[in-house]
């Protein structure tokens, strides 16, 4: 079984920067797609970026440009770096491990940006 730790958010000022990290227990991390969601009060779990096993990239329209997904396969981590954050931001973000046979989800951390 497959855990997946969320760690690095908090409260930040709008403009500021975070970075969240993920690290997964297990062997299939370097064959996984992952993936961060966010999901704020009242609203949907988002997907906000994704990157594949060959390091392919995906971002949600309103995160362009401001957030970078990475992964580290040595350290079994996938990082996120959230800049110029906006109030909009704030949310529980969700880590996801995925392959053909998996799906796991962590356990969020909390990022809140103050106005």
């Known amino acids: 079984q497959v855990q997946l730790v969320e760690s690095g958010g908090g409260l930040v000022q709008a403009g500021g920067s975070l970075r969240v990290s993920c690290v997964a227990s297990?062997?299939?991390?370097?064959?996984?797609?992952m993936g961060w969601y966010r999901q704020a009060p009242g609203k949907q779990r988002e997907l906000v970026a994704g990157?594949?096993?060959?390091?392919?990239?995906n971002y949600a329209d309103s995160v362009k440009g401001r957030f970078t997904i990475s992964r580290d396969n040595a350290k079994n981590t996938v990082y996120l770096q959230m800049n110029s954050l906006k109030p909009e931001d704030t949310a529980v973000y969700y880590c996801?491990?995925?392959?053909?046979?998996?799906?796991?989800w962590g356990q969020g951390t909390q990022v809140t940006v103050s106005s």
């Open positions: 996801n491990q995925r392959t053909q046979w998996h799906d796991y």
């Open positions: 297990g062997r299939i991390f370097s064959i996984s797609y």
């Open positions: 990157i594949t096993t060959s390091g392919s990239t």
